[in-house]
């Protein structure tokens, strides 16, 4: 089991940057691909970003694809996402996800533990 806290988040205005972090207490953390998602008001859960089990592998949503930067350094047992350039569609709660699936899956189903997330406000 791993438990994950995310940190980072925060108000910037738009074009800024932030990074947040995702620290994975627990066992087996290598065993884990990693991804992140965010959730706005009223909206569904959407995939952001996921890094493969043995991080060679990365995948993006389209709109941040240039933007955002997934990487995990699994000597401190943390994933980040670099967020350059950030605009005000990107205000949401973002969490962070482990999953047992050895690729970087968009599939809410396939993260099997989260976080309780973090807050993004990105103002105009």
């Known amino acids: 089991q791993v438990q994950l806290t995310e940190s980072g ?5 738009a074009g800024g940057s932030l990074r947040l ?3 994975a207490s627990g066992s087996f953390f290598n065993s884990y691909a990693f991804g992140w998602f965010r959730q706005a008001p009223g909206k569904e859960r959407d995939f952001v970003a ?12 389209d709109s ?4 955002f930067t997934i990487s995990r350094d ?6 980040y996402l670099q967020m350059n350039t950030l605009e005000p569609e ?19 189903s396939d993260y099997r533990y989260w976080g309780q997330g973090t807050q993004v406000t990105v103002s105009s």
Do not use: E, H
Request: a positive charge; one cysteine or more; proline letters at 2%.
């Open 9 to 13: 988040g925060g108000l910037v205005q």
């Open 64 to 67: 941040v694809k240039g933007r």
């Open 21 to 23: 972090s995702c620290y």
């Open 90 to 108: 990107d205000t949401a709660v973002y969490y962070c996800a482990a999953s047992l699936v050895g690729r970087p899956s968009s599939r809410v």
């Open 74 to 79: 699994n000597a401190k047992r943390t994933v």
């Open 50 to 61: 996921a890094m493969s089990l043995r991080f060679d592998t990365t995948n993006y949503v």
